[in-house]
C-alpha cells in the first residue's frame, strides 16, 4: 500500500471561494494518525510505502487490473433506499408482523 496523507480531501467547499480545512486534524495529530495507520497496515503483513509528510509530492497511478474502487466512508454512514446505513443492523420486526420493514 502506498499511504500519503492528503488533507485536500477534508476540505469544506460549501461556503465562498476558499475551501475551509478546520474540520481536518491539525498537523501533529495527523500525522501521529498516518504512522499508526501504517503501523497497522505492516502489522497485517501489508507491504507498506509512505511519502513525506506535509511536502509536495507529485504521485502517479497505473491501474493494474480492470477498475478502481473508491471507498468514501461518510457515503457509507448515509442510509441506502432501503432506510439504513450500510452495516446497520436490520430493523426489529414489529410484533404481529409476519415480516421484517427490510421485506417490503
Known sequence: ALVISQF????????GRRP???????PDKAETL??????ALRDLGVPTAT???GARMVVSLVNDGPYTILIDSEVLRQP??????????PAPSLPGSS?????S
Open 99 to 103: 415480516h421484517s420493514p427490510s421485506q
Open 80 to 89: 441506502r433506499r432501503g432506510g439504513r446505513a450500510a452495516g446497520a443492523p
Open 34 to 39: 498516518v504512522e499508526e495507520f501504517c503501523q
Open 51 to 53: 511519502g513525506h509528510f
Open 20 to 26: 475551509s480545512f478546520s474540520e481536518a486534524a491539525d
Open 8 to 15: 485536500t480531501l477534508y476540505a469544506d467547499y460549501r461556503r
